[in-house]
């Protein structure tokens, strides 16, 4: 312990007589410009090393993965699993969550809206509207049948 005290102690006392002695050599200004090219250069040199590694990084991943595929595809064949094909849609472009930012709809498209809302709901397309619709007709038809039905018995 006394040891690494004594190393701290003068260790520090050697920097400092260092330090000193490295400035007094080089005084005449011209290192900063010097320091600051070196570090510029330090940095090219660190970023064009980072670039370096990913595009390593990134072909060793893409050699994986075609060599998992290779796997997969032979796991396939040996099972006689057919490949799920990766079918892309076309996603219909989501509406703005700001109706004032909403596409303007033109005088076209305006009057073919109103076109559909006059069709009746059986050309319209909407079974559910139509069999409501379908389902009050029929009631109405029962309704005056039944009312026939009595008149006629009331009647006799």
Known sequence: MAAFIAKQMVGNQLNAVKGAAGGAV???GGD????????????????EAIREAEERRKE?????????EKMR???????????K???????PPQEEPNPLMRKKK???ELAAEAEQEDLDDFT???PSSGNRKLKN????????IKTQIEGKCSLQ
Not at 73 to 83: A, C, G, P
């Open 124 to 126: 319209n397309g909407d």
């Open 85 to 91: 094909e990766e079918v892309v849609e076309a996603a």
């Open 60 to 68: 060793k991943h893409r050699k994986m993965e075609e060599e998992r």
């Open 106 to 108: 033109t005088p076209e």
């Open 26 to 28: 080089g005084g005449d």
């Open 137 to 144: 007709t029929i009631e109405t038809q029962v309704n005056e």
């Open 32 to 47: 900063d410009e010097n320091d600051k090219e070196k570090e510029e250069e330090a940095e090219r040199e660190r970023q």
């Open 73 to 83: 595809q032979e796991i396939r064949d040996k099972y006689n699993i057919k490949k």
